[in-house]
Every structure is written in structure tokens, then in C-alpha cells.
């Protein structure tokens, strides 16, 4: 199976500043048919099921804003909040869906300094 | 508007069973893969299994696998988990979820909940 490892655990920001969340796996998931990862983005907010955010590494899902943002190929993978609102206070997970079974990263806590 | 609601979780002994549900609306259910992902308490995401469109191809993760059984109604736009041989590690958060690959839609879950 492929291990995915996210840091920080955790992450506090100040409102309006960057927040960046890492994910790696422990081999690459580009597809090579496409040249595309095969890496998502959810959120998950206290007592709510996760939310799609971001597939194939940096597509947004339809009516995400646009402060989300993914980036990365191969083995490194980031999610960027350009400029980190209230409402963004959530857990961040990564997904790897390049083999089954489809695993996904610990988490990381984001929360507002 | 897609919609995934859950049901059949509660508390069950271990070696007990339960059959989860999900019913499906405002999308073609037929036309979708569904999996099943589970989160125990104040714990990340684990991908349980998955069911094709028209049942042909079905997964399971090895911590379930001879114990759980995935299954689903395209008529009755409804998907199931049959649950047997429970244990205390399977406690968790049932989420089922459409997609293939990538889970675009997430019902707000079921609790199971395996104690003596």
C-alpha cells in the first residue's frame, strides 16, 4: 500500500496570512497515461463529513475559492491557503488514488493564531 | 442536489453484526462507483471498500475482508455494508462516498460501535 505522510500535524496562522500543508507519498502517483497525479485534497470540519477540495493534484473542485490551491508531482505534494479565512478551520487530509486500496494521509489540524 | 444519508449503525457486541445503508438521491446512482470509508474516534480516514456501477468489481481492504460484504441496489438507488465477526477496532464513523477514485460526495455517516 502507499504510505501517505502529511506535516505539520498541526498548524496555527494568523487570519489573512499563508497556510501550507505538506503531504508525501511513499511513491509517486503520477499517472502516466494522463500525466497527472493522482493525489486529493479533502476538509473536514468538526462533527462534518470530509469535503472534496482539490483531484489530480491541483484541480479545484467546482465552487472552492480560489485562495485553495495544490501544487506538487511525483512524491511532494502542497496545499496552499493563499490567505487564511475564520471558516478554513479544519482538518486538511491527502489522498492517493494512483492504487488500490486508496490511502490517505493522517491529517493536519489547522487552527488560528 | 447529490445526497448521501447513512443508516443501521449502533451499538453492537464483538463477533456481532449490523448492515449499514445508504440511500442515494439527485444523481444517477447507477452510473457511480461507491465506496465505503470509515473514521474511528478523533482518528484520520481509512477506505473500507468499493463497489463498481454494476457490481462487477469489488474491493475490500484487508482489515475487513472475509468479515465485511459490499453490496448495492441500483433500483432502489441504495448501497450497503454487511458487517459480521465486529471488533472493537472496527468502531468508527461509516461514510459512504461516490466515486471511483476520487470521493466527490460524503453522507454525514453512521456510528458503529463494538463494546462488550
Known amino acids: 500500500d502507499i504510505v501517505m505522510t502529511q506535516s505539520p500535524d498541526s498548524l496555527a496562522v494568523s487570519l489573512g496570512e499563508r497556510a501550507t500543508i505538506n503531504c508525501k507519498s511513499s511513491?509517486?502517483?503520477?499517472?502516466?497515461?494522463?500525466?497527472?497525479?493522482?493525489l486529493a485534497w479533502y476538509q473536514q470540519k468538526p462533527g462534518q463529513p470530509p469535503k472534496l477540495l482539490i483531484y489530480?493534484?491541483?484541480t479545484r473542485e467546482s465552487g472552492v475559492p480560489d485562495r485553495f490551491s495544490g501544487s506538487g508531482s511525483g512524491t511532494d505534494f502542497t496545499l496552499t491557503i493563499s490567505s487564511l479565512q475564520a471558516e478554513d478551520v479544519a482538518v486538511y487530509f491527502c489522498?492517493?488514488?494512483?492504487?488500490?486500496?486508496?490511502?490517505f494521509g493522517q491529517g493536519t489540524k489547522l487552527e488560528i493564531k | 442536489e447529490v445526497q448521501l444519508v447513512e443508516s443501521g449503525g449502533g451499538l453492537v457486541k464483538p463477533g456481532g453484526s449490523l448492515r449499514l445503508s445508504c440511500a442515494a438521491s439527485?444523481?444517477?446512482?447507477?452510473?457511480?462507483?461507491m465506496n465505503w470509508v470509515r473514521q474511528a474516534p478523533g482518528k484520520g480516514l481509512e477506505w473500507v471498500s468499493s463497489?463498481?456501477?454494476?457490481?462487477?468489481?469489488?474491493y475490500y481492504a484487508d482489515s475487513v475482508k472475509g468479515r465485511f460484504t459490499i453490496s448495492r441496489d441500483n433500483a432502489k438507488k441504495s448501497l450497503y455494508l454487511q458487517m459480521n465477526s465486529l471488533r472493537a477496532e472496527d468502531t468508527a464513523v461509516y461514510y459512504c462516498?461516490?466515486?471511483?477514485?476520487?470521493?466527490?460526495?460524503w453522507g454525514q455517516g453512521t456510528l458503529v460501535s463494538v463494546s462488550s
Open positions: 462516498a461516490r466515486g471511483e477514485a476520487v470521493n466527490d460526495y
Open positions: 439527485g444523481f444517477t446512482f447507477s452510473s457511480y462507483s
Open positions: 463497489i463498481s456501477s454494476s457490481s462487477s468489481y469489488i
Open positions: 511513491q509517486s502517483v503520477l499517472y502516466s497515461s494522463n500525466n497527472k497525479n493522482c
Open positions: 489530480w493534484a491541483s
Open positions: 489522498q492517493q488514488y494512483y492504487s488500490s486500496p486508496q490511502t
